[in-house]
């Protein structure tokens, strides 16, 4: 394995328990490391992927957790600047190895994929030291904070032979597979919109605003389901409690007329997490909070003729019988990082890789410059 020099990362990128701007920079630590020696460790239980995880705030424990219980990975080292957050780690895994120097992770033989699970600003730096150095990588949503930082890393991902890719988790739920099954099989026939909903109150961020924080997991979707690529994106907004907009309402044109909606709100009373897509022979409902038939697929719309000599549009309404399919329980996380693995040991192309994510950063800058400019229309 390639081992090149390490660039210089701030430890800032460890700060990972709420979001944190570029000028909270801590200063150096020693190496913290608790337990046995991490090389005697890997070589008592090495599976096929030894993983090194960059970051245990909110999400990491997921990632570490789903990594470790897949049958092809475990998860060899942790690193996150919070001795308290190391304290976790240690507690929940005594035979994993911890870590406050980020180089660590990175320069380490043993590990092959490193997983970046840090606010957005620290994405790019850590990717692409990991990838310098051999290193698959697996990055949280969004990919990165510019569409040249994505461009880089897939260039040098494609250069290196190595894996990208990006924490599009709603890939993998049921729901979501489900919903994509539908669609192709042309069930809700040719698509008229894509209505959806994501608000709750909180957590409010401070580095990114409610688009960059929340809109990643819809246009993912999006990207993923609908069968054609965005032609421009309108977005408005507002900013009430802090710098950053935490109120948005994004419009996605695309092709043959179909479109798309999205809500995302960090002041809403209630959370509210619904997706609305209309065809021309059906239409569905998604609420991904119900524990129970999740997606309801109606069988109603509207029909439209003319008749011979009359101009005036006549339009006649079916409303038919509503069903709920099943829908599979598994943890996406789960299915993910075993999709994952199975992609980098049979050398196969992830679905959310790096290009996927990369369409996704193309909307959200766009989606930006439209909030610069109070809602005008940003071509894609």
């Known amino acids: 394995m390639e081992n090149s ?17 570029p000028q909270a920079v801590p200063a150096p630590v020693a190496p913290l490391i608790y337990h046995d020696p991490f090389s005697m460790r890997i070589r008592r239980a090495k599976k096929a992927l030894s ?14 957790r789903n990594f470790h219980m897949q049958d092809d990975s475990q998860v ?49 730096e850590l990717a692409k030291a990991a990838l310098e150095n051999g290193k698959h990588v697996f990055v949280e949503k969004p990919f990165t904070a510019t569409v040249q930082q994505a461009e880089e890393l897939i260039e040098l991902a494609e250069r290196k032979n190595l894996k990208i890719m990006v924490d599009h988790t709603f890939l993998f739920t049921g729901a979501v597979r489900k919903i994509k099954q539908l669609i192709d099989a042309g069930e809700l026939g040719d698509l008229y919109y894509y209505d959806t909903t994501r608000v709750n109150l909180g957590l409010f961020q401070h580095d990114v605003n409610v688009i960059w924080d929340l809109a990643p997991h819809d ?5 993923y389901l609908l069968p054609a690529r965005p032609e421009g994106v309108v977005a408005t907004g507002q900013r009430h409690v802090n710098s950053v907009e935490d109120i948005a309402f994004l419009t996605v044109y695309y092709p043959d007329k179909l479109i798309a909606h999205v809500n995302v709100n960090w002041l809403s009373p209630v959370k509210v997490r619904t ?9 569905l409902m998604w609420n991904d909070l119900e524990n129970d038939e999740k997606i309801k697929v109606y069988d109603r719309g509207v029909n439209t003729n003319t008749r ?47 290009h996927a994510g990369l369409r996704i950063v193309k909307m959200l800058q766009a989606a930006n410059e439209s909030l610069q400019g109070r809602g005008s229309q940003v071509q894609i």
Request: hydrophobic share 45%; proline share 6%; charged share 20%.
């Open 76 to 124: 060899a080292m942790v690193c996150d600047q919070r001795p308290e957050a190391l304290a976790k780690v240690a507690k929940a895994y005594p035979d994993m190895a911890v870590t406050r120097d980020v180089q660590e992770v990175l320069r380490s033989p043993e590990i092959d994929v490193v997983a970046v699970v840090t606010p957005v600003w620290a994405h790019f």
């Open 219 to 223: 246009l993912s979707i999006m990207d």
């Open 308 to 354: 011979e000599g009359v101009y005036d549009l006549l339009v006649s309404y079916r409303s038919g019988d509503m069903w709920a399919p099943q829908v599979e329980a598994t943890e996406a996380l789960k299915l993910e990082l075993g999709y994952f693995n199975e992609c980098i040991l049979k050398q196969q192309r992830p679905i959310n890789d790096g």
């Open 5 to 21: 020099a390490v660039p210089s990362i701030s430890l800032r990128a460890m700060q990972t328990g709420s979001a944190v701007g």
């Open 51 to 64: 993983v090194g995880v960059i970051g245990y705030g909110y999400w990491g424990p997921n990632i570490v």
């Open 275 to 283: 997706t609305m897509v209309g065809g021309t022979k059906k239409m």
